[in-house]
T-cell receptor
Framework: DAGVIQSPRHEVTEMGQEVTLRCKPI?????LFWYRQTMMRGLELLIY????????DSGMPEDRFSAKMPNASFSTLKIQPSEPRDSAVYFC??????????????FGEGSWLTVV | AQSVTQLGSHVSVSEGALVLLRCNYS??????LFWYVQYPNQGLQLLLK??????LVKGINGFEAEFKKSETSFHLTKPSAHMSDAAEYFC???????????FGQGTELSVKP
C-alpha cells in the first residue's frame, strides 16, 4: 500500500522565493498534519486538517505560511516569501481519525528545504 | 496543556545491552502515548502505542513500553540492543479531546559494537 507521499523530497531556493510543498495522504484517511522539524525546535505541529477543514493552525509561524487541502487526496504548504530560518524538514502525516481516537499517525518521508 | 519530556537527548549502549529510553508526560486527561523511531533521512515510524487496557505494550523490533500512571511515565525498553536500533526515538502524547499529537525533543540512540 502507498504511504504518505510528499514532494519535492529536496528543495534549495533563494531567499524571497515562493516554496510549495505537496502531500498526498493515505487513501481513506480523514486527518492530515503538517509538521516541521529543526535541530533547535524539534518536531512542531504547524497545522492539521480534519475532513479537509483546517482545525488548528496555531502552530503556523506567521503569515508567510499558508496551507490548503482542496480535496481529500491533496494538500499544500506554501511559504511566501521564504527566509533562511525556514530551512527545515517538513513532514506531512495522515491518520484515519486523528490521534484523539488513539489512531496512528503515518508520516511521509519529508521535504528537506534549504533557503539560501 | 499537554507536554512530553524525554530525559537524555543522547543515549549510548553496547550491542546486546539493555536499552532504556525515558519519557514523562503531562496531561490533564487520560493520555494516549506513542513511541516513534526515525532513521537517518527518513520519516517517523510507529514503534508502539498505548491507548487503553494493558499497561505493558509490545511493539515492533522487540521494543516494549509500560504506562505508569502514578509516575506519569512511558519508558521504552529493549532487552538487547542491536546495531540496527541506532536511530532517534520520539515519545508523543495525545488526549482524547483535542486531536493533537505532541512530541518530545527526541533521544538519539547510539549502539556500540
Amino acid at each position: 500500500d502507498a504511504g504518505v507521499i510528499q514532494s519535492p523530497r529536496h528543495e534549495v531556493t533563494e531567499m524571497g522565493q515562493e516554496v510549495t510543498l505537496r502531500c498526498k495522504p493515505i487513501s481513506g484517511h480523514n486527518s492530515l498534519f503538517w509538521y516541521r522539524q529543526t535541530m533547535m525546535r524539534g518536531l512542531e505541529l504547524l497545522i492539521y486538517f480534519n475532513n479537509n477543514v483546517p482545525i488548528d493552525d496555531s502552530g503556523m509561524p506567521e503569515d508567510r505560511f499558508s496551507a490548503k487541502m482542496p480535496n481529500a487526496s491533496f494538500s499544500t504548504l506554501k511559504i511566501q516569501p521564504s527566509e533562511p530560518r525556514d530551512s527545515a524538514v517538513y513532514f506531512c502525516a495522515s491518520s484515519l481519525r486523528g490521534p484523539s481516537s488513539g489512531n496512528t499517525i503515518y508520516f511521509g518521508e519529508g521535504s528537506w528545504l534549504t533557503v539560501v | 496543556a499537554q507536554s512530553v519530556t524525554q530525559l537524555g537527548s543522547h543515549v549510548s549502549v553496547s550491542e546486546g545491552a539493555l536499552v532504556l529510553l525515558r519519557c514523562n508526560y503531562s496531561s490533564s486527561v487520560p493520555p494516549y502515548l506513542f513511541w516513534y523511531v526515525q532513521y537517518p533521512n527518513q520519516g517517523l515510524q510507529l514503534l508502539l502505542k498505548y491507548t487503553t487496557g494493558a499497561t505493558l505494550v509490545k511493539g515492533i523490533n522487540g521494543f516494549e513500553a509500560e504506562f505508569k500512571k502514578s509516575e506519569t511515565s512511558f519508558h521504552l525498553t529493549k532487552p538487547s540492543a542491536h546495531m540496527s536500533d541506532a536511530a532517534e526515538y520520539f515519545c508523543a502524547v495525545s488526549d482524547n479531546q483535542g486531536g493533537k499529537l505532541i512530541f518530545g525533543q527526541g533521544t538519539e540512540l547510539s549502539v556500540k559494537p
